[in-house]
């Protein structure tokens, strides 16, 4: 027997019960912090500072000693499923593996010791690589220009949206509304809504893509752009992609390219080439960088040259032999504090830099097999839902188990949990019944897909004998199905709410 | 050629066959070969990653303002703190950096507690009851408060003091091209917001900071006052490390904080990642933009924590959300807790009060150098501005050259003149002085500055 090494199940969590609150263990007088000798005469703070600023209320934090912080924090680890323990198959977001050469260039005092209000003269070194990441996101995306400063991906398409609204305001074309598949991530249309235009819903056809009729329907002089993913949330590629843009541009919009499904295509296909004008790159997806639990990410954006004088500013750039910050002519302005979330971009560089271009391609090619392997394995087991050659994802539905067993795509995802892996994307996207949607990436070995699809044969098994039980999973993790409701009803969002 | 995929060619080759193919090019027939990328990426071959390490060797080489290299005065948002070796190698255990967004709660507990712990402080430190967590930075925190209070109100004018961070203003300016909101600033004087000299009537929001940018303290009772006048919402943009010590946003009336999170163990980082810090009032619970943890039960009975209120979000609400945030800034959530966590309350008020005891002593110290002037005569906390006879941004270049990031040009800040400022922006520097900063430091930061404008 060949073992996977992306199964977790053999990791030993030391039993069950929860973990105190940092608030729970702190003891009054005790301390960890030590600070540095100054020599800076200790002045009583009412000496410098009027009394009617100073609080009267101490403001308790917690105090506890530096042995039991690193206990706690330890333990609360240990009860946290991560891309290093195991096999994170969570669809639509690109959770591979994430190198730890990446970490340790973010973490070079060269590069972290630098603040971000440092004149450009003497940061020379940081303006040459966000420069340098400009010119290799371009290359990708097959654009003229980028921004780093959005810091996720929803930051990211805000900022085009607004791009978006420069252009067209700048033409004296005033445009209203936005199109967006039925099969859109909800951060589109909630961008939508921010960037001061409507949503108009264009719905999919039967193989799962873009229904042209309805979107040429759709069409008119008040569109402003359409948002499109491709390869889609499905997991589909857009293959009218050529006539949708087309379509577009002939009643004046722009396309709008969102990044989430990135990996799927590098160096194989760039939406420059299939007619974007405007492109989001999650970063934290495609070029590895670690998710942080739920961020840091990056979200920067590239545009064709209509639309590189409205960027936002300033941004790095060579002038003269020497880098410095410029604002482009129409820019829209800021949309970040400083300049990005800089370490993610160093992460990302150096991500790009090791695998060049040829390597890129790699990632895209692998990817996209094992999620075909993955889905052509489980054909019989849980069919997906449209049965053809897909991307980097595939979409799989538990509808079958539902009819039969009256378990549902949540049980499939929760027993998962007790089998070592994490669980898909469930219920999402919303036009597929009881979605399973599984993105394997690139970096899983085939001993662990084949872990996995074993592992969902179990599940399938356990319905037909128990179904009960499925509907409990999971029982060996930290803590079992959780009571969502009482959480709502009864909000304690602190250790103070009572 | 590096790369970090498992398969070997063996295994490439059988798994192909396994789906009837015979090359990766069948996995992409279905794409239409216009828009197929032909020859590759304009990209260098890939390296190893002792080459690639080489190359930043290059870059970081070329940055001469390291902390390594200068003694850092320069704030503005981003502070120069002790993060010790323990916070470090907590924050960076890899199960908290190479997890996903806790949608899974029966195995992510460790997050969701590490984040309910952080909302927690942040409550305590805002005086606010609902927290959230987390969000970009300061900057786009203010862009959801405004969201909220427009939502809050259903009206568009955001009234912001002068003394609100340039880059926050900006940044609000950016987006408000999107929501429509009206941006009416108001200017200080003497270092504080001159709120008589705006129109606040139809506020949706009054924004203060406190401190303000230049490091005053204003009485924020003024403001208060007027967002009660105007039933608009009263929103705190306050320094998380001054509330050690000074009065809460809360204490003052604030509807809503926002605050940098950043000083809670996050490396200068050249501006990011940093960490957005919210809370508002239960009133405005609904409204709140991106995640919340709340605690429950499992099903057998034990607590748990599980992000709850998910209607307002955008994977549910979708073009009715109350924000577009879904990725945040989890791990450096997680990291102020434990940074506070390490500070614990004595050593939080220690921080505070020895940023406050270095800049007072090199301020007073500054003002002694002639032609060197006070922009402001009202009492700052750990920050203050002052008026060079020389250009601020020539001036911290040759400070430089003497072993000394003395502060942020203010011009560089606003981009120009600003509302801030009565003087000439060009001649006006922000200094800070935090914990880290010795005395020996400080003298030498006095002497090279007087040799400076006197050269």
């Not at chain 2, 945040?328 to 004595?346: F, R």
């Amino acid at each position: 027997m060949t073992f996977a090494g992306g199964r977790a199940a053999s990791a030993p969590l030391m039993g069950r019960e929860s973990e105190p609150t940092l608030f729970e263990l702190s003891v009054p007088g005790r301390k960890a912090y030590q600070f540095r000798t100054t020599g800076v005469a200790n002045t009583s703070l009412r000496d410098l500072i009027p009394a009617e600023h100073l609080s009267d209320e101490v403001v308790d934090v917690a105090e506890v000693s530096e042995r039991d912080l690193v206990a706690h924090f330890t333990r609360l680890s240990h009860r946290q499923f991560s891309v290093d323990l195991g096999m994170y198959p969570l669809g639509s977001c690109t959770m591979k593996y994430n190198p730890k050469f990446c970490d340790a260039v973010a973490g070079d005092p060269g590069l972290n010791g630098v603040h971000p209000g440092t004149p450009a003269v003497l940061c020379q070194g940081w303006l040459a690589l966000l420069t340098a990441l400009e010119e290799r996101l371009c290359a990708i995306t097959g654009m003229s220009a980028a921004t780093l400063q959005p810091a996720a991906g929803a930051a990211g398409e805000l900022t085009g949206l607004l791009l978006m609204r420069a252009y067209h305001e700048s033409r004296g074309d005033v445009r209203t509304r936005v199109l967006i598949p039925d099969s859109a991530h909800g951060t589109n249309p909630a961008s939508v809504t921010l960037g001061g235009y409507e949503v108009t819903t264009i719905p999919s056809n039967d193989r799962g893509l873009v229904d042209l009729a309805a979107l040429k329907s759709a069409l008119g002089p008040d569109v402003a752009g359409i948002m499109l993913t491709n390869p889609n949330t499905v997991g589909l590629f857009e293959e009218e992609i050529t006539e949708i843009a087309a379509a577009v541009h002939d009643v004046g919009g722009l396309l709008y390219y969102d990044g989430a499904n990135l990996n799927a295509i590098v160096g194989v296909v760039r939406p420059g080439d299939m007619g974007f004008d405007i492109v989001h790159m999650n970063l934290h997806k495609t070029f590895a960088t670690p998710h942080g639990g739920g961020g840091p990410g990056a979200g920067p954006v590239a545009v064709a040259a209509r639309l590189a004088p409205f960027l936002p500013g300033p941004k790095p750039a060579r002038v003269d032999g020497r880098y410095d910050w410029v604002t482009p002519e129409h820019s829209i302005g800021r949309v970040h504090g400083w300049h990005g979330n800089a370490l993610v971009l160093a992460r990302a560089l150096a991500y790009i830099d090791v695998h060049g271009g040829d390597g890129l391609t790699r990632v895209a090619q692998h990817a996209v097999l094992n999620a075909n392997w993955l889905r052509h394995r489980l054909r019989d087991l849980l069919p997906a839902a449209y049965d053809r050659v897909n991307m980097h994802e595939c979409t799989l539905s538990a509808t079958k188990l539902k009819a039969a067993y009256g378990v549902r795509g949540l049980d499939v995802a929760k027993a998962l949990l007790e089998e070592g892996f994490h669980a898909p994307t469930v219920y999402f996207p919303l036009i597929v019944d009881e979605a399973l949607m599984f993105e394997p990436t690139e970096t899983e070995s085939l001993q662990t897909l084949e872990a996995l699809a074993e592992a969902l044969e179990r599940i399938v098994e356990r319905a037909q004998v128990d179904p009960e039980a499925l509907r409990h999973a999971p029982k060996t993790t930290p803590v079992s199905r959780v009571d969502e409701a009482l959480a709502a009803r009864r909000l304690r969002p602190t250790a103070d709410a009572r | 050629m590096a790369d970090y995929l498992p398969h070997t060619e063996d295994e490439v080759a059988s798994m192909l066959a396994f789906l009837g193919m015979s090359s990766f090019e069948d996995l992409f027939a279905h794409i239409p070969s216009a828009v197929r990328l032909a020859g590759g990426f304009d990209l260098p071959p890939g390296m190893s990653e002792p080459d690639v390490a080489a190359q930043f060797a290059r870059y970081t080489g070329a940055n001469d303002a390291t902390l390594a290299k200068l003694s850092c005065f320069a704030g503005g948002g981003a502070y120069d703190h002790e993060v010790p070796p323990v916070v470090r190698a907590l924050g960076g255990r890899s199960e908290f950096v190479t997890a996903y967004t806790p949608y899974q709660p029966e195995v992510a507990q460790g997050v969701l507690q590490a984040i309910y712990e952080f909302q927690t402080l942040v409550a305590r430190l805002s005086g606010l009851p609902i927290p959230n967590a987390s969000l970009y930075d300061a900057a786009t925190g203010l862009v959801e408060a405004l969201n909220m209070a427009g939502g809050a109100t259903r009206r568009s004018k955001m009234v912001i003091s002068a003394g609100v961070h340039p880059h926050w203003r900006a940044v609000a300016a950016t987006f408000a091209k999107g929501t429509g909101h009206e941006l009416v600033i108001a200017p200080l004087r003497d270092g504080v917001t001159d709120w008589n000299a705006v129109d606040t009537k139809g506020a949706a929001a009054i924004v203060a900071a406190y401190p303000n940018y230049l490091g005053v303290m204003e009485d924020l009772s003024i403001a208060k006052a007027l967002a009660v006048r105007e039933e608009a919402l009263f929103v705190v943009g306050a320094d998380p490390v001054a509330a050690g010590v000074l009065k809460t946003a809360g204490q003052w009336g604030a509807d809503v904080f926002i605050g940098e999170g950043q000083p809670f163990g996050t490396a200068l980082s050249f501006g990011g990642p940093y960490l957005g810090l919210f809370a508002c009032t239960e009133q405005q619970v609904r409204r709140l933009p991106g995640r919340i943890v709340g605690e429950t039960l499992d099903a057998e009975g034990r607590r748990a924590f599980v992000t709850t209120l998910r209607a307002r979000e955008q994977d549910i609400r979708r073009e009715k959300a109350t924000s577009n945030i879904c990725s945040n800034q989890t791990l450096m959530a997680v990291t102020a807790a434990i940074q506070l966590g390490w500070l614990g309350t004595q050593g939080l008020r220690e921080v505070a009060t020895r940023c406050a005891q270095g800049a007072h002593y090199l301020y007073d110290e500054l003002l002694n150098v002639s032609g060197v002037e006070a922009v402001s005569s009202r009492p700052f906390f750990r920050e203050f501005a002052i008026a060079l006879p020389t250009n601020a941004s020539e001036t911290i270049l040759a400070m430089a050259d003497e072993g000394v990031l003395g502060g942020l040009a203010v011009s560089a800040l606003t981009g120009g003149e600003d509302p801030s400022l009565e003087v000439d922006a060009e001649r006006v520097m922000l200094v800070t002085v935090t914990e880290r900063r010795t005395l020996e430091e400080i003298d030498h930061y006095v002497n090279v500055m007087r040799k400076v404008v006197h050269s």
